[in-house]
């Protein structure tokens, strides 16, 4: 059994300010973002220039802090919300859903198509390439803030970890760092360099980010409050990730359906 290395969730401490290494994962994960976006412009055929690329991330970087927050909320924290709603302002004290801030993403890129001109679903197969690299970076920062602790392992497991309570772990946020963020990527990479019909690359995402986040989540420990919220094993984070992979679903079926009438 491994132990847990003790990271100092303080990445630069200047004084007057610090500055926490999972702020910087967030910051890695839009540069990362808006760097790849940059180069995927370039090819003749992309129908994006630098410009779009910058506005788009903002555009998304906003919907990612301010769904992922409301989501937390209103998915996992409500009951405190509604004895107190100012909870929803104390982004300080932590809590960020993934599962929310896609809906906040979505609702920015629909806002950035009706800018720009471009479908919704042009802004999503271009942008949703670069979204495993903020995901994969903020599992880093949940590990390095010893956040989303594992379920119990079996301690002759070489890679379980004791996070300070003498219990052998799954390092879960490592788990979802290696499946959301370098095989999510390398999945996405891969049909984006096709030439594929619209929709496909968006159909892909939802589908292979809703199977990892529903295996990963049973090496994962529940909400505390929440605890398991049906047949006795099914969190909260599988529940969320279940319409994402039957919307991805639909998306296929309706490429194909798309290519039969154009037959």
Not at 56 to 83: E, H, P, Q, T
Not at 180 to 186: D, K, Q, T, V
Not at 195 to 203: K, L, N
Request: proline share 5%.
């Amino acid at each position: 059994m491994l132990n847990y290395p003790e990271i100092n969730p303080v990445a630069i401490d200047l004084g007057f300010a610090k500055v926490h290494w999972y702020g910087l994962m967030y910051l890695i994960g839009f540069l990362g973002s808006w760097w790849l976006g940059n180069s995927r412009s370039k090819n003749p055929d992309s129908g994006w220039n630098r410009d779009e690329v910058a506005d788009v991330i903002f555009y998304g970087a906003l919907g990612v802090i301010l769904g992922g927050r409301i989501g937390y909320i209103l998915f996992y924290n409500f009951s405190a919300f509604v004895d107190n709603p100012i909870i929803l302002l104390k982004i300080w004290q932590g809590g960020m859903s993934f599962h929310g801030g896609m809906l906040g993403v979505f609702l920015a890129l629909y806002l950035f198509g009706r800018k720009t001109g471009k479908s919704f679903f042009q802004v999503s197969d271009f942008i949703a390439p670069m979204v495993p690299i903020g995901l994969g970076a903020g599992r880093i920062g949940n590990f390095i803030n010893k956040e989303l602790p594992g379920r119990a392992a079996e301690s002759d497991i070489p890679w379980a970890m004791d996070f300070g309570d003498h219990i052998a772990r799954h390092p879960s946020s490592l788990y979802q760092a290696i499946t959301e963020g370098l095989l999510l990527f390398i999945i996405l990479w891969f049909v984006s360099s096709k030439s594929t019909p619209r929709m496909m690359v968006s159909a892909v995402f939802m589908i292979a980010y809703g199977c990892f986040r529903f295996v990963t989540e049973f090496f994962r420990t529940p909400d505390a409050h929440l605890g398991f919220i049906a047949f006795g094993w099914l969190t909260k984070g599988q529940q969320l990730s279940i319409p994402m992979i039957l919307f991805g679903i639909y998306l296929l079926y309706l490429i194909k359906k798309n290519k039969q009438s154009q037959v």
